[in-house]
């Protein structure tokens, strides 16, 4: 399966600055990468993903980039606020495969 | 509309006794998926269903682990004779195709927090 490593394991903003969270993956065939955030007592859910045949995608205040040659793509936030306190991971699923293989999560705390 | 569902949320168990966990997906979701998530942890894949046929049991940590879906859309995940190292979140996902890679988002429900003393 997919070998997905996540850094940095905590982070912690001032409010009103940017958030970058870097990940890894083992597969160059690889081609889907979502990102999800888990709020405390919740499931993970989805909040952008990008394509392999895409370097960037935005949506309001997050971002995410990927470089295929690297193997490794990131969430940008701007403008972090309170609410984006939570726990953020990175996913890909192996090429032929149905599941997803998770990073180890990274801890963002927004100070106000 | 509704997401998935997930039943009990909180489950203790003693050791050695026998648990079952309930998902329901979103209604029409073929493919159905269960993750297990330490502390401090990413999810891990346990199983995977598309409709009733289970495709990929290669997460299931052990033989006291047994997932089932009859009817392609509630599932149940029963852990027998429950050990401690069992102690986990163990989360459900539906998603509406069938592709692989699965490049559909994959929806969780809140999941079941399992302590076993």
């Known amino acids: 399966g997919e070998n997905v490593e996540q850094h940095p394991s905590t982070l912690s903003v001032q409010e009103g600055d940017s958030a970058v969270i870097k990940c890894t993956y083992s597969d160059s065939a690889s081609n889907y990468f979502p990102w999800y955030k888990q709020e405390l007592g919740k499931g993970p859910q989805l909040i952008i993903d990008?394509?392999?045949?895409?370097g960037e995608k935005k949506d309001q205040r997050i971002a995410v980039t990927l470089n295929k040659t690297a193997k490794h793509f990131s969430l940008h936030i701007t403008e972090t606020q309170p609410e984006d306190s939570a726990v953020y991971f990175c996913a890909a699923p192996a090429p032929n495969d149905y599941k997803l293989s998770f990073g180890a999560g990274t801890t963002v705390t927004v100070r106000a | 509309g509704a997401g998935v569902s997930q039943s009990p949320r909180y489950k203790v168990a003693k050791r050695g006794q026998d648990v079952a966990l309930r998902c329901d997906p979103i209604s029409g979701h073929v493919s159905l998926f269960w993750y297990q998530q330490a502390l401090g942890q990413g999810p891990e894949f346990l199983t995977y269903f598309q409709n009733e046929a289970q495709l990929d049991k290669s997460g299931l940590p052990s033989d006291r682990f047994f997932a089932e879906r009859p009817e392609g859309s509630v599932s149940t995940l029963k852990i027998q004779r429950t050990q401690q190292e069992d102690s986990a979140v163990y989360l459900c996902a539906s998603s509406p195709g069938t592709s692989a890679p699965n490049t559909d988002t994959q929806y969780f429900g809140p999941g079941t927090r399992l302590t076993v003393l």
């Open positions: 990008i394509r392999s045949n895409v």
